[in-house]
């Protein structure tokens, strides 16, 4: 059966050969499979190019510096009705596009949809508590109207985000910042099943603590960047 709407998933990368085959075999194994999977190479210095060609995936160059273009690039490249986005090192499950195309086919029509994270290179407990206290955040944000379509999972309509002017060239909260300017347009809505994994690797670099207050104050308006490149 063909799919009702086509589907791109932009996946931004610099120096991510080690993280890309996870992500992309994640992707070859769920229940729905994307129409197209573009890699954004950010002028890796690696085999990131590569590495997402042998996987199948489109392969978008992307010269300037920083996950903003590299998000961007690949928005502008997607052939897609709508664009999933996920980061190199996270792990998609199986029922995360099936879910998401759920709610896109929806009576309600949303414009821009997003799903939970959680740790998957972290100790079982710190698995659970992640999953359960970022569900929370999730929900709270959502009862506050303040959708959080971060960047290793969110979903939205094509079209509208062309419409709104795609992502703002931030240092950080490029994704936040798009999910508000098309939760204006129209309807942000949470997909409790759409679970992505990511990485913890982030927040090891820099401890628990700052990792979440780094968070913290990115939400609150500030751009601070998590790392910087070496």
Same mark, same amino acid.
């Given at each position: 059966?063909?799919?009702?709407?086509?589907?791109?998933?932009?996946?931004?990368?610099?120096?991510?050969?080690?993280?890309?085959?996870?992500?992309?075999?994640?992707?070859?194994?769920?229940?729905?499979?994307?129409?197209?999977?573009?890699?954004?190479?950010?002028?890796?210095?690696?085999?990131?190019?590569?590495?997402?060609?042998?996987?199948?995936?489109?392969?978008?160059?992307?010269?300037?510096?920083?996950?903003?273009?590299?998000?961007?690039?690949?928005?502008?490249?997607?052939?897609?009705?709508?664009?999933?986005?996920?980061?190199?090192?996270?792990?998609?499950?199986?029922?995360?596009?099936? !879910? =998401?195309? @759920?709610?896109?086919? /929806?009576?309600?029509?949303?414009? *821009? $949809?997003?799903?939970?994270? %959680?740790?998957?290179?972290?100790?079982?407990?710190?698995?659970?508590?992640?999953?359960?206290?970022?569900?929370?955040?999730?929900?709270?944000?959502?009862?506050?109207?303040?959708?959080?379509?971060?960047?290793?999972?969110?979903?939205?309509?094509?079209?509208?985000?062309?419409?709104?002017?795609?992502?703002?060239?931030?240092?950080?909260?490029?994704?936040?910042?798009?999910?508000? !300017? =098309?939760? @204006?347009?129209?309807? /942000?809505?949470?997909?409790?099943? *759409? $679970?992505?994994?990511?990485? %913890?690797?982030?927040?090891?670099?820099?401890?628990?603590?700052?990792?979440?207050?780094?968070?913290?104050?990115?939400?609150?308006?500030?751009?601070?960047?998590?790392?910087?490149?070496?």
């Amino acid at each position: 059966m063909r799919d009702k709407i086509k589907i791109s998933v932009v996946i931004p990368a610099y120096n991510e050969e080690k993280w890309l085959p996870g992500v992309l075999a994640a992707l070859h194994n769920g229940i729905r499979k994307p129409n197209q999977i573009i890699v954004v190479d950010n002028a890796s210095t690696d085999n990131t190019a590569n590495v997402a060609r042998s996987w199948g995936a489109d392969v978008v160059f992307c010269e300037e510096p920083g996950v903003a273009p590299a998000r961007q690039a690949g928005l502008e490249a997607a052939w897609g009705d709508w664009i999933a986005t996920t980061d190199a090192d996270s792990r998609p499950s199986q029922h995360w596009l099936s !879910a =998401l195309e @759920r709610a896109i086919l /929806s009576p309600i029509k949303p414009q *821009a $949809l997003y799903g939970p994270l %959680a740790f998957f290179d972290v100790a079982p407990f710190q698995k659970w508590t992640s999953e359960q206290l970022y569900r929370i955040f999730l929900r709270t944000t959502t009862l506050c109207r303040l959708p959080m379509l971060a960047g290793a999972n969110s979903a939205f309509s094509h079209e509208h985000a062309i419409r709104v002017g795609g992502y703002p060239n931030l240092h950080v909260g490029e994704d936040i910042a798009l999910g508000k !300017a =098309l939760t @204006r347009e129209g309807r /942000s809505n949470y997909v409790r099943d *759409a $679970l992505v994994w990511t990485s %913890a690797r982030r927040m090891k670099e820099i401890g628990w603590f700052q990792f979440l207050t780094l968070h913290l104050r990115n939400l609150s308006g500030q751009q601070i960047e998590y790392f910087h490149r070496t």
